[in-house]
């Protein structure tokens, strides 16, 4: 079975343009969460999707928005891209939101390695 | 103060060590508690929960002390493959699975 994929894998922007990220999950998985790794520090938690509903907002500017499509795939947008933005991007599928062992794991992408210069 | 707190190391040990990692988090409401390993540049993968009553997968033991609200995994008879980022993971609420808050994550590298 496939598991999260993403892409692309890499991408260099300049300040100021415009991003869009892609994640299809694990076949199944009705969640999707969006991560942004800077180097050195933990994924910080950006958007969660269930269901084609947002259900969470981490602490992330407007420029920040997300969608989740009827397959539970989803994309992350990121607007007037900023030197800081330069980041991991990860995506993470899960089978639900209940918590039922095993049922809330989340699975991760590859991720999208993001260059702003 | 950060939500979820570990020692960032670097750990150097040498192979057949045991070696513990301790995580602290600040809020009394999680429920769910995940040590994820993360390889130089790759994605987190699962590497095991943390139950209450503890738990262990061959050579890992997590547990989980909820009064002091902490978590630590041991990792007995090191390999130099166990050589990673091991990042400590809290959700506040299992019914929001996916809002999960990371440590910044503890190296661990494993010498021959």
């Known amino acids: 079975d496939a598991g999260v994929t993403q892409s692309p894998t890499h991408l260099i922007k300049t300040r100021g343009q415009q991003v869009t990220l892609r994640c299809s999950p694990i076949?199944?998985?009705?969640?999707v969460s969006w991560y942004q790794q800077v180097l050195g520090q933990g994924p910080q938690f950006i958007f969660q999707y269930y269901e084609k509903e947002e259900r969470g907002r981490g602490n992330f500017p407007d420029r920040f928005s997300a969608r989740q499509f009827p397959n539970y795939s989803s994309e992350l947008n990121v607007n007037a891209l900023l030197l800081g933005d330069s980041a991991l991007y990860l995506c993470?599928?899960?089978?639900?939101?209940?918590?039922?062992?095993?049922?809330?794991?989340?699975?991760f992408g590859a991720g999208t390695r993001l260059s702003v210069l | 103060r950060k939500e979820v707190e570990q020692d960032p190391g670097p750990f150097n040990v040498p192979e057949g060590a045991t070696v513990a990692f301790n995580c602290t988090y600040s809020n009394s409401a999680s429920q769910s508690f995940f040590w994820y390993r993360q390889d130089c540049r790759k994605e987190p993968k699962l590497l095991m929960s943390v139950y209450s009553s503890g738990n262990e997968d061959g050579r890992f033991t997590a547990q989980l002390n909820r009064a002091s609200q902490y978590i630590s995994l041991l990792i007995r008879d090191s390999k130099l493959s166990d050589s990673a980022t091991y990042l400590c993971v809290v959700n506040i609420n299992n019914t929001n699975a996916g809002k999960s808050t990371f440590g910044d994550g503890t190296t661990l590298t494993v010498k021959p």
């Open positions: 076949s199944g998985h009705k969640s």
């Open positions: 993470a599928s899960s089978l639900t939101l209940a918590g039922d062992k095993g049922k809330n794991i989340q699975y």
